[in-house]
């Protein structure tokens, strides 16, 4: 089953333009993963949070982290038409123990597209 | 150095039938995670192994078997197709498992297209 929902499920924007995405989930975590796919292919990393922290970035790439809430939001700036995709996110179960399986826990997905 | 790689790319099979996908990780990665990914849908975790052993296993039926060889390469099992196996599957590696892993990303593979008629 999917642990959370991204939100919104498709989003269309201009070249330029930010781009914002919102993933909610269901259980505590560890961490939280963002992932980028595109047409059909693998997923490639983006970026990770840990539990404690509240943001990060990543070139840019902006995430935040709401535990209180159990959200997170990936900003994308300044959008090219390249940025085109699937993205998910991603979380591992906490509190994270030595004989644990680190298995990732995906979201429904939010497909983006930046047009030129 | 190469990331982690699939085969085959895409396979046609008919119900009843049974399927084994492959996967290779990055070199010095010791963990593998395939996951299954429906049209439209989030991938959703199947197995992980680290060093030849089951370390996970997510809510699939018994028709869905792997094991890892003793170069960490690892193969995906599915007995009696049937059609609601037609997805992609997804094969991820990362160097280490449980705590030693926390922070580390998994890389995946650009997946197997399997179809089910």
């Known amino acids: 089953s999917q642990q959370g929902e991204e939100d919104p499920q498709a989003l269309s924007i201009q070249e330029g333009e930010n781009a914002t995405m919102n993933c909610s989930y269901k259980?505590?975590?560890?961490?939280l993963q963002w992932y980028r796919q595109n047409s059909g292919r693998g997923l490639v990393h983006l970026i990770l949070?840990?539990?404690?922290?509240r943001e990060k970035h990543s070139g840019r790439l902006r995430v935040t982290l709401d535990t209180s809430k159990k959200s997170s939001s990936l900003l994308i700036t300044a959008s090219r038409a390249a940025d085109t995709a699937s993205y998910f996110c991603?979380?591992?179960?906490?509190?994270?123990?030595?004989?644990?399986?680190?298995?990732?826990?995906f979201g429904s997905g939010t497909q983006l597209t930046v047009l030129p | 150095d190469a990331g982690v790689t699939q085969s085959p790319t895409h396979l046609i099979k008919t119900r009843g039938q049974h399927v084994t996908l492959r996967c290779s990780p990055i070199?010095?990665?010791?963990?593998v995670s395939w996951y299954q990914q429906v049209l439209g849908q989030g991938p959703q975790f199947i197995f992980q192994?680290?060093?030849?052993?089951?370390?996970g296993r997510g809510n699939f039926p018994d028709r869905f078997s792997a094991r890892q060889f003793p170069n960490y390469s690892s193969e995906l099992n599915v007995n009696a197709l049937l059609l609601g196996d037609s997805a992609l599957y997804l094969c991820?590696?990362?160097?280490?498992?449980?705590?030693?892993?926390?922070?580390?990303?998994?890389?995946f593979g650009d997946g197997t297209r399997l179809s089910i008629l």
């Open positions: 991820a590696s990362s160097r280490d498992y449980g705590q030693a892993a926390v922070g580390q990303p998994q890389h």
């Open positions: 259980t505590s975590i560890n961490n």
């Open positions: 949070i840990r539990s404690n922290e």
């Open positions: 991603a979380t591992v179960p906490g509190p994270i123990s030595s004989g644990s399986a680190r298995q990732l826990t």
């Open positions: 070199s010095g990665h010791k963990s």
């Open positions: 192994y680290y060093e030849k052993e089951e370390r």
